[in-house]
Every structure is written in structure tokens, then in C-alpha cells.
């Protein structure tokens, strides 16, 4: 669907208007019921609309998005609550180192480089993974640029319909948006799995993180998560020696 035929070359262009049309989708779909959401809460705590749809564009990731607004409505400090969003978007660096053998951005200009490593969340690292294969080399920075632009201008448009929305939509079904996007992660997890470390990370993450609560501590993703993804590396590991010739 996304190859071009390779007797006639694309633009760069005409890759980022088929990047825009790969972010008409599903993923869209669900990332703009999740802002929905957050653009409600933004209102509720009086964030402006302004700097809602601003927060939107500059932070992109949901749960930070969350934190700002958390934060600040709750009287925290603009130092506390912008170092609390800086460490919880440092999870987002992996997604951005796995999406760039795939990119191939030698000799594009720096700032290509950091709007492409800006536009990488949930919903683009994962249709990135899934899309970017299909995609001839040339055409993959132009294409991805336009699948994160389309997504982000979604989600900002679904913050001021959530903003709009405020004292509408029942406050249940606002938290409930929220969670749309990582449950399409989740998902998506299972589906693009490809190899027997990603399936034994996942399975690891579940078992840990019942284990991880019952420390009390509120760190149990951290537990599940590292721990989990370190016992899958060592089992793959101790996997390929076993079936090593």
C-alpha cells in the first residue's frame, strides 16, 4: 500500500502526503479520543485553551501532558513539575533509537533529525515499526515526518474538542479516554512481536508486576519493566547458546 512502483520514483513530497494519509487511521483515531480526554481535564483544572493545545504540541506524549497539568493545578512549582515531565518522557528515548536504522538519517540536516526524534510516541514508534519497511529508503524521513504530523495536528485538534467538551462528557468517560492509547500500545505489542525476547519481555512484565505491588512502594512498572525486560534478555540469551550449533 505505501511502496511506491519503482519504475516511477516519488518526491519527498509525495512521501509526506502519504505519510499524512497513513495517519488517517485507526491509530488517529484512538489518539484523538485520548486528547479528548486530556484536553477535558486541561480545562477543568483551568489550563487556557492556548497553552492546553501549546502542551499539546510541545510535549505530544499523553501521561506527560498529565504530569503538567497535575502538577501545576495542584500548585507545584514550574521547576518540579517540568523536571517530573523531562523523566517521565526519557521513556520515549529507546522508541527513538529503535526507529533509527529504519529512518537512515545520514547526511539529513540536524533539525530533521530532532523533529523526527520529536514526533516518536506510542502511536508513531508503532506505526512506524509496522509502515516504515514498506517505504523505499529515500522516502522514509519525508513519510514518517508526515504520519508524525498528522498524528500530532490530531491530537491538538482532539485537545480543543476535549477543552469544547469540558462539563459535557461525564468525568467517568473523560478518565476512560485516557486510557485508549496505551491499551492500542498494549495490543500493539503483541502484534508486532517478532522474535521469542519480545514475547518472553511482555509475558515477564505481566508476571512481575503483581509482584512488583506487593512491594507497596509505587515502583512495580519500574520492577516489571526492568526486571522483566532483563530476565527476557538473559533467557534469549541462554536460548540462542542452547540452539547454537
Known amino acids: 500500500m505505501t511502496a511506491a512502483p519503482s519504475s516511477v520514483p516519488l518526491s519527498q513530497a509525495a512521501w509526506y502526503r502519504r505519510g499524512l494519509r497513513a495517519a488517517v487511521a485507526l491509530p488517529a483515531v484512538i489518539l484523538g479520543a485520548t486528547f479528548i480526554g486530556i484536553g477535558s481535564v486541561c ?5 487556557p485553551l492556548a497553552w492546553a493545545m501549546l502542551a499539546t504540541l510541545l510535549i505530544w506524549a499523553g501521561p506527560a501532558h498529565l504530569i503538567l497539568v497535575g502538577g501545576l493545578g495542584s500548585g507545584g512549582s514550574w521547576i518540579a513539575v517540568g523536571l517530573t515531565v523531562w523523566l517521565s518522557s526519557v521513556r520515549l528515548l529507546p522508541m527513538v533509537v529503535s526507529l533509527l536504522p529504519y529512518l537512515r538519517l545520514q547526511g539529513r540536516h540536524p533539525v530533521t ?11 508513531a514508534w508503532v506505526e512506524g515499526l509496522r509502515l516504515l519497511p514498506q517505504v523505499d529508503g529515500e522516502g522514509r524521513v519525508p513519510f514518517f515526518l508526515g504520519l508524525g504530523s498528522g498524528l500530532l495536528l490530531s491530537a491538538a485538534v482532539a485537545t480543543a474538542i476535549g477543552y469544547g467538551l469540558a462539563g459535557i462528557i461525564p468525568a467517568f468517560l473523560a478518565a476512560g479516554l485516557l486510557f485508549l492509547t496505551p491499551i492500542f500500545f498494549l495490543l500493539s505489542l503483541f502484534t508486532t512481536a517478532r522474535v521469542v525476547s519480545d514475547r518472553l519481555a511482555i509475558g515477564a512484565g505481566f508476571a512481575g508486576l503483581p509482584l512488583g505491588a506487593l ?14 525486560g532483563t ?4 533467557a534469549a540469551r541462554l536460548h540462542r547458546r542452547m540452539i547454537a550449533p
Open 43 to 47: 480545562a477543568d483544572y483551568g489550563m
Open 231 to 234: 530476565l527476557a534478555y538473559a
Open 215 to 228: 512491594t507497596g512502594d509505587g515502583l512495580e512498572l519500574l520492577y516489571a519493566g526492568l526486571g522483566g
Open 113 to 123: 533529525a530532532i523533529l523526527c526524534a520529536h514526533f516518536v510516541a506510542i502511536s
